[in-house]
């Protein structure tokens, strides 16, 4: 009915009616007769809501049954078909409430995912984010949090932190013990991506990025795919959190050159738009920097 309605409306207007003028009149009459004939929700608002709709989905075989009104609602207010189809596939795909989208929507989660192409092969950047928004945590960046506070705080927060890692991903173990003939290891954090079919290691920095935890993640991922990795599935994906990265030590280090290591910032609270928008736009180019040099 929505759908309908809002294509009666911009129907209406392609007529030659859609002076302001005569525009706001009609709704306003059409919303009282709505409204008396089907009770509540039919009010201005709404109609506009409707004609929006029907102007982002003008075929409606494009409508998908998943979603509520109010997810098509929220996805109508995109600017771009392409972006509007994005994310209606990872709402549904994810099962994603109405307040999971409205967060996503705002915190750019599209935007955030290395390489947001469509593609049918799903590679680790098309699934991996930077940065990554963990103001669900209620943390700050105060002096004192440890390592340990902030695993404590995405394993407490276990459901929304999968949601904001991405598509596919499971958890497998915290602080995993790793034996070797001559010293034990402790990984932060396990978890498996069945879209990818490997595992994959997360190792959390409450500063900037280093030498030191590249080399130790490099390690911990050669020594996954020796000791754990079944026969079945893809080398084993290394992804370091840290709040910042120094370009230089990405360049000449084996982040440069390893497909399978991956090193993202995260931040502890929501930034303002124009500061989410630099800092995708500035990994982006970095990113295609770099793929582009290889090509």
């Known amino acids: 009915m929505y759908w309908e309605i809002g294509r009666l409306i911009v129907e209406d207007e392609q007529q030659g009616k859609a002076k302001a003028e005569y525009g706001k009149a009609t709704l306003k009459n059409l919303a009282k007769q709505l409204t008396f004939e089907f009770g509540k929700g039919f009010d201005e608002r709404n109609l506009n809501n409707m004609r929006a709709f029907y102007r982002a989905f003008p075929i409606w075989n494009a409508v998908r049954s998943e ?4 997810h098509y609602r929220i996805i109508s207010r995109l600017e771009t078909e392409q972006l509007r189809g994005q994310y209606i596939e990872h709402a549904i795909e994810g099962n994603w409430d109405t307040r999971t989208l409205e967060r996503n929507i705002r915190t ?38 440890t ?40 990984i932060d954090l396990v978890f498996y991506n069945y879209y990818l079919k490997c595992f994959v290691l997360i190792d959390l920095k409450t500063g900037k990025l280093t030498h030191s935890a590249i080399g130790q993640m490099d390690m911990y991922a050669r020594m996954y795919d020796d000791l754990k990795k079944g026969e079945d599935d893809n080398p084993t994906i290394g992804i370091i959190l840290c709040t910042d990265k120094d370009e230089t030590i990405v360049k000449y280090s084996v982040l440069a050159e390893n497909e399978k290591l991956f090193a993202s910032k995260y931040r502890l609270y929501l930034p303002q738009e124009d500061e989410l928008i630099r800092l995708i736009e500035n990994d982006k180019i970095r990113f295609e920097l770099d793929n582009g040099s290889e090509s």
């Open 67 to 70: 979603l509520s009104w109010t």
């Open 108 to 145: 750019q989660y599209i935007g955030r995912i290395l390489e947001s192409e469509v593609k049918e092969q799903l590679t680790p950047p098309n699934i991996l984010k930077d940065p990554y928004i963990f103001e669900f945590l209620g943390l700050t960046s105060e002096t004192g949090l």
């Open 147 to 186: 390592e340990n506070d902030l695993e404590t705080a995405l394993i407490n927060h276990l459901q929304k932190f999968l949601m904001e890692l991405g598509k596919g991903f499971a958890f497998v173990a915290r602080q995993q013990h790793i034996v070797t003939d001559t010293a034990d290891f402790f």
